[in-house]
C-alpha cells in the first residue's frame, strides 16, 4: 500500500512557474513509476508526465514538453514537477499517481495508487 500526498499547488499569474511536490509513505517508491495528471474543470483528466521507477525514462503530454519537467528523489520518497511558462489552460488539479509497472506510462489503468489532487490556478 502507498499513499500519495501532493503539494506545492496555488493562484499565479500566466508566465510563472510552480513546483509541484509529491511525497510517498512506504518503502518501495523506487520500485513505482510515478506520473502526475490532471483534471481542468469541466473535462476529462489527462496525463502530463511520467517517469520511471529509476529516474532514467521521462515522457510528457505535446502540451506541457518543453515547459513541465518531471523529477524524483527516491532517497526522499518524493516526485516532483516543475512547472514553468504557465498558462492559463494549465489550470486543474494535479494528481500524482504510482504504478507497480516500474515503466514510465501515460496510461492511467497503469497506476495503482493516487494523491488527493492539488489545485493550480493560473490567471490574471
Known amino acids: 500500500q502507498v499513499q500519495l500526498g501532493e503539494s506545492g499547488g496555488g493562484l499565479v499569474q500566466p508566465g510563472d512557474s510552480l513546483r509541484l511536490s509529491c511525497a510517498a509513505s512506504?518503502?518501495?517508491?523506487?520500485?513505482?513509476?510515478m506520473g502526475w495528471f490532471r483534471h481542468p474543470p469541466g473535462k476529462e483528466r489527462k496525463f502530463v508526465a511520467t517517469?520511471?521507477?529509476?529516474?532514467?525514462?521521462?515522457y510528457y503530454a505535446d502540451s506541457v514538453k518543453g515547459r513541465f519537467a518531471i523529477s524524483r528523489d527516491n532517497a526522499k520518497n518524493t516526485v516532483y514537477l516543475q512547472m514553468n511558462s504557465l498558462k492559463s489552460e494549465d489550470t486543474a488539479v494535479y494528481y500524482c499517481a504510482a504504478g507497480r509497472a516500474a515503466w514510465a506510462t501515460s496510461n492511467s489503468q497503469d497506476y495503482d495508487y493516487w494523491g488527493q489532487g492539488t489545485q493550480v490556478t493560473v490567471s490574471s
Open positions: 517517469i520511471s521507477s529509476s529516474g532514467g525514462n521521462t
Open positions: 512506504g518503502r518501495t517508491f523506487s520500485r513505482y513509476a
